[in-house]
């Protein structure tokens, strides 16, 4: 074996060494630089993320409003036929009520006597 081949082996021994040493460390720079970094890009996802959120309960909050507001335009009353109301006894309006039956305090009542 000649003296070359050796220092070949050695080589390639020691690169395949130092590789797997820097398998799980690949990022550049040192670690407080990392962790700078690493902190303002998970500061920002958090950012987004509530960006995201606020953006879609605003769009849910608006899709209630106009499913809210379609009921509201669903729901239209049946006009009543003159008939169906003159039959009725006119129950849209309020009687008055008739004699001495009153609602409010006696003894005020006979100060009210004129508005029966």
């Not at 630089?33 to 690493?38: K, L, P, T």
């Not at 998970?42 to 606020?54: C, F, P, T």
């Amino acid at each position: 074996m000649a003296r070359g081949n050796q220092r070949d082996d050695a080589r390639a021994k020691n690169l395949k060494k130092k590789m797997a040493e820097q398998k799980g460390n690949q990022r550049e720079g040192d670690p407080l630089s990392r962790n700078a970094d690493d902190k303002a890009a998970l500061a920002n996802k958090v950012a987004m993320k509530a960006e995201r959120l606020a953006a879609q309960q605003a769009k849910a909050d608006e899709d209630e409003k106009r499913a809210s507001a379609a009921k509201r335009k669903a729901k239209k009353k049946d006009d009543a036929g003159l008939d169906d109301l003159l039959s009725a006894g006119l129950t849209g309006a309020r009687r008055r009520s008739e004699g001495n039956i009153c609602r409010h305090n006696v003894d005020d009542c006979a100060a009210r006597r004129e508005r029966h």
